[in-house]
């Protein structure tokens, strides 16, 4: 009997190697489950510095918008490249893209080009605005989409508009066209009692949109005959009876 109970006893060297087996078999996976979870700890870790430091260098917009110009009315030929040869000659420029129609590829006869210095980008104004590419005379400035300090509380008194039964509706005018622009832009081509662009109440900034007045039928079908789809500041204008 004593024999067939010390049978059933484990050894002592038999439960060391026992135990140290079970340890083993408990410790391994929790060692395992440690580093499953720490990397994805860790790599976001690294994310959030990488973020902070390039968040840092991050420059504000108003700066930026500062270096952006807009370049209007140039030749449909002028690439890229071509633009950015005109603008090397007063600084680095960092961008510089013509813009094109979607569904055409033709040039919209604008573009942008971005310089690394404010003091470039003011060098270029001075130095290209209003000077002649291709028979053509550009406009260099920066857009009123990209100026955010201007007051537009107090905007420029508008010439008077006379109005009348024969007038016609001129859409989709750049945001650089005025009341003077547009009535210069009709009066080129015949006689005209007035003109006026649209603007939000309370700002300069234009609705994109105006109106131009004759005194007869006949002048209104000529109008909207010469001008519709012409271009005015780099892009085509709607002109349709009022």
């Given amino acids: 009997m004593a024999t067939a109970i010390s ?9 060391r190697r ?5 340890l083993a ?23 959030a510095l990488r973020v902070a430091a390039s968040s ?3 420059e504000a917009p108003a700066q930026l918008a500062a270096r952006k110009l807009y370049v209007g009315n140039i030749p449909r030929t002028v690439t890229n490249d071509e633009l ?16 094109y129609d979607k569904y055409t590829n033709r040039s919209r006869r604008f573009g942008f080009v971005t310089m690394s210095t404010v003091e470039e980008a003011n060098a270029a104004i001075e130095a290209l605005n209003d000077t002649e590419v291709g028979g053509r005379k550009i406009k260099v400035n920066v857009t009123e989409s990209f100026l955010p300090n201007i007051d537009r509380s107090a905007p420029e008194s508008e010439p008077v508009f006379v ?17 003077e622009v547009l009535k210069k832009f009709f009066s080129e081509k015949g006689q005209i009692l007035s003109a ?12 994109g949109y105006g109106f131009v007045t004759f005194s007869s039928e006949e002048e209104v079908e000529a109008a ?7 271009e005015l500041e780099g892009q085509p204008i709607r002109v349709n009876r009022a």
């Fill in 18 to 22: 026992c135990r140290s087996s079970a």
């Fill in 163 to 179: 109005d009348s039964q024969y007038k016609v509706y001129v859409g989709n005018l750049a945001k650089t066209v005025t009341t």
């Fill in 56 to 58: 840092a260098v991050l």
């Fill in 196 to 207: 006026t662009v649209s603007h939000i109440p309370g700002t300069s900034k234009s609705k």
């Fill in 84 to 99: 950015r040869d005109m603008f090397a000659a007063h600084g680095t420029v960092e961008r510089a893209e013509v813009m």
């Fill in 224 to 230: 909207v005959a010469t001008f519709n789809n012409a």
């Fill in 25 to 47: 078999s408990i410790s391994a996976p929790t060692s395992l489950s440690f580093r499953a979870f720490a990397a994805p700890q860790t790599r976001r870790w690294g994310l």
């Fill in 7 to 15: 049978s059933l006893v484990t050894p002592p060297a038999l439960h």
